[in-house]
């Protein structure tokens, strides 16, 4: 997963978090918890940040969470999604 910050200046800390939703019928996560989070970058302040992660398979949906560090801060990004092993 891979999270890029389209702003020309000085980048924001950007970060992201990747949950499982509750349920099926859910067609978005409402609260993230400990219970639910199974994945997570550092905030740093860069134009682009990455990480990798293996997931298992599911009946509810995963969801990728990108944020700044500071409330407030807002900027067009990138969200790329790289899947290996499909069947």
């Known amino acids: 997963i891979t999270l890029a910050q389209k702003r020309t200046f000085e980048p924001y ?14 067609s978005r996560l409402l609260v993230l918890s400990a219970d639910n989070l199974v994945g997570k970058t550092a905030f740093e302040k860069r134009r682009e940040i990455s990480t990798t992660l293996t997931l298992d398979e599911s009946d509810v949906p995963y969801v990728i969470i990108p944020a700044t560090f500071y409330s407030g801060q807002a900027s067009k990004f990138t969200l790329s999604l790289h899947v290996e092993g499909l069947a």
Do not use: W
């Not at 800390?13 to 859910?26: C, D, E, K, M, T």
């Open 13 to 26: 800390a950007i970060g992201l978090y990747v949950a499982r939703n509750s349920s099926p019928a859910q």
